[in-house]
C-alpha cells in the first residue's frame, strides 16, 4: 500500500535554532517528491521539488535531502525564524498513469522567540 | 501574476444543503485540481480536470463532483451535505496535468456543516 508518513506529528524550537523534519514513503514506482509549508489558514506553498536522481535540494533556508533507496526524505530549516512556523507537508508521486500524488499528514512547527 | 483563487473564503452549510466553490487557476494554467483537508486524514485527492474533462478522481463519494470551463476555471459541488463535510477545501493549478509540473495551491475555501 503506497504510504507517506511524517515525524515528528509536531515539534516546537526556539528561534535561531536548526531543525529535521522527517518522511518515509512506500510509493511505487516512485517520480519525485515534494515539501510544501502551509501557514495557517493558507493553502499550501512548494518549497522543492526532487526527482529519483537528487539527492538534496535547497531553497534558501530550506534543504531537503533524498535517499531513494530507503526511501526516506529529510527537510533541514535552519537558523529559523518566527515565520517558519507552518505545517510542512511531505508529497509523493508515483509513475503511473494516474500521476497519483500520496500525501502526508504534515510535522506542525512552532518557533518561539 | 495573479495567484490561484478561490471563493467564497469561508462558507458554513447546514446538514442536508448543498454546496458550490469555486476555483480560478493562475493565468494560462489549463490543469486544476480539488483537494479535501481535515485535521486528521491531511489533503487527500478529490479530482483533477484538463480541458474540461475530468482526468483522475479520488475516492469520494458521488456527492463530490465537478466541472472545468472553457477558461480552465472549475467548481466543485457537493450534495445532501454531512457533518464530515466540514473541512478546508483546496484548489491547485498547474500549467498542464501531470507529475513533472509544479501545482499552485489556492487559499481554500474553509466550510463548516452544523
Known amino acids: 500500500k503506497n504510504q507517506v508518513e511524517q515525524s515528528p506529528q509536531s515539534l516546537i524550537i526556539l528561534e535561531g535554532k536548526n531543525c529535521t523534519l522527517q518522511?518515509?514513503?512506500?510509493?511505487?514506482?516512485?517520480?519525485?517528491l515534494r515539501w510544501y509549508k502551509q501557514d495557517t489558514g493558507r493553502g499550501p506553498v512548494s518549497l522543492t521539488i526532487m526527482t529519483f536522481s537528487e539527492n538534496t535540494k535547497s531553497n534558501g533556508r530550506y534543504t531537503a535531502t533524498l535517499d531513494a533507496d530507503t526511501k526516506q526524505s529529510s527537510l533541514h530549516i535552519t537558523a529559523s525564524q518566527l515565520s517558519d512556523s507552518a505545517s510542512y507537508i511531505c508529497v509523493v508521486s508515483d509513475q503511473t498513469g494516474a500521476n497519483n500524488l500520496f500525501f502526508g499528514t504534515g510535522t506542525r512547527l512552532t518557533v518561539i522567540p | 501574476k495573479a495567484g490561484v483563487t478561490q471563493t467564497p473564503r469561508y462558507l458554513i452549510k447546514t446538514r442536508g444543503q448543498q454546496v458550490t466553490l469555486s476555483c480560478s487557476p493562475i493565468s494560462g494554467h489549463r490543469s486544476v485540481s480539488w483537494y479535501q483537508q481535515t485535521p486528521g486524514q491531511g489533503l487527500q485527492f478529490l479530482f483533477e480536470?484538463?480541458?474540461?474533462?475530468?482526468?483522475n478522481k479520488g475516492n469520494f463519494p458521488g456527492r463530490f463532483s465537478g466541472r472545468q470551463f472553457s477558461n480552465s476555471r472549475s467548481e466543485m459541488n457537493v450534495s445532501t451535505l454531512e457533518l464530515g463535510d466540514s473541512a478546508l477545501y483546496l484548489c491547485?493549478?498547474?500549467?498542464?496535468?501531470?507529475?513533472?509540473?509544479?501545482?499552485?495551491f489556492g487559499p481554500g475555501t474553509r466550510l463548516t456543516v452544523t
Open positions: 480536470y484538463f480541458s474540461e474533462t475530468q482526468r
Open positions: 491547485a493549478s498547474s500549467l498542464n496535468p501531470g507529475r513533472s509540473y509544479e501545482q499552485y
Open positions: 518522511c518515509n514513503y512506500t510509493v511505487s514506482p516512485f517520480s519525485n
